[in-house]
Nanobody, 119 residues
């Protein structure tokens, strides 16, 4: 089994910054991708940023403001969020595609961390 534990959410004023962290633990053979999603009240869960080996992708709404990075030695992914806006308010979820054996891989989710941006 694989566990993802997130940290770093909170309340911040517009224009401020936050850094989210997500550490994967458990039976891990390899991590293929790690990323962040968010879900605002009454809306669907949307991708924010994804890190795959050699590539990163961002939602248009966060390009230039958010940066995703990974520490592969620690099985950890980070999301540095700058110039935060009220519309960034949401529960942020970590996602990882993890191979527990050489032959298969599954998606795992963190418990979510609240980010609230006040105007």
């Amino acid at each position: 089994q694989v566990q993802l534990v997130e940290s770093g959410g909170g309340l911040v004023q517009a224009g401020g910054s936050l850094t989210l962290s997500c550490a994967a633990s458990g039976r891990i053979f390899r991590i293929n991708a790690m990323g962040w999603y968010r879900q605002a009240p009454g809306k669907q869960r949307d991708v924010v940023a994804i890190s795959v080996v050699g590539s990163t992708n961002y939602a248009d709404s966060v390009k230039g403001r958010f940066t995703i990075s990974r520490d592969n030695a620690k099985n950890t992914v980070y999301l540095q969020m700058n110039n935060l806006k009220p519309e960034d308010t949401a529960v942020y979820y970590c996602n990882a595609n993890v191979g527990v054996t050489p032959l298969n891989a599954d998606d795992y989710w963190g418990q979510g961390t609240q980010v609230t941006v006040s105007s």
